[in-house]
């Protein structure tokens, strides 16, 4: 099986793509309209494999080998970075690997697989890199982003969005996205130029099925966690701008938070501004 060997070039499969982002850093996704994103990150001993996007039970063979050809005979671990279905759906294609679990996000599915639940402070050593698990509840109550320092990569899933962010059913949510999102910024606030790696890169561009009025983000910058802070100061001040817009068939409970020039907007099925 061949994979991508310089910066920028695609390779695409039957179901899923692969995408060299830089040096043993790869990006994956599903090839569906809604793709969700996987990340390769590969060390000196271990090879870490962040996600496993949306369930594809005829193409669990394929995403197994994409995973142990870029491995190249090196141990694989396995982080989640929340239990969504769109970003577990695949472990069936790790079933024989140890699985890092946000443990704030475990449920009775979780039995299913081999998981090692984690929380925030947790280091995943790979040999010549090391990531941090960080959590970023709101998205989800355990949402994790896993941060290596030396290399300035930010893998988010959907804690921060991918140029929104949607918050869901957690009592206070927006409490606890204010210090989450703090706790990330105060992670990663001395990167020159991090490279940030969220759950599904397509939103980040021009494409079919986003909002046209989302801001886009080609490439992410730390302007975007700058913004996304502001804005949760402006709900909570009552002063961010809104627009309905309707999913699942229910417009009127639905909200989009932004402010003028802002790179990040909020989503929520809830009002935020009560």
Known sequence: MDIPNKQGEIIEYSMYRVEKLKDRIFHI?????????????????????????NTHT?????????????????????????????????????????????????????????????????????GDKQLKAVE????????????????????????IGSSYVWLFFMENVLEYYK?????????????????????????????IGRDPLSPLNDPMTMQYLLDMIKLVDMIEAKTAMTRPFETLGKPDEHC?????????????FVSLMK
């Open 136 to 159: 970023v509840p709101g998205h989800t109550p355990g949402s994790m982003a896993y941060i290596d320092a030396q290399e300035e990569l930010v893998i988010t899933g959907d804690a």
């Open 58 to 126: 005829d193409d669990e063979e394929e995403l197994t080998r994409i995973a142990k050809t870029l491995a190249g005979g090196k141990e694989i671990i396995v982080a989640i970075t929340h239990n969504h279905y769109d970003h577990v759906g695949g472990l069936g294609a790790f079933k024989d690997k140890t699985i890092l679990f946000p443990l704030k996000d475990k449920d009775d599915q979780s039995e299913t697989f081999d998981f090692q639940f984690i929380e925030d402070g947790y280091i995943i050593d790979l």
């Open 29 to 53: 996704e599903d090839r569906i309209n809604n793709p969700s994103s996987m990340y390769c990150i590969i060390g000196s001993e271990k090879v870490l494999w962040i996600d496993a996007a």
């Open 256 to 268: 989009v938070y932004s402010f003028y020039g802002s790179k990040a907007e909020i989503d929520s």
């Open 179 to 207: 210090k989450g999102i703090h706790h990330l910024y105060n992670e990663i606030k001395n990167f020159h130029e991090p490279l940030f790696m969220c759950g599904h890169r397509w939103q980040q561009y021009p494409s």
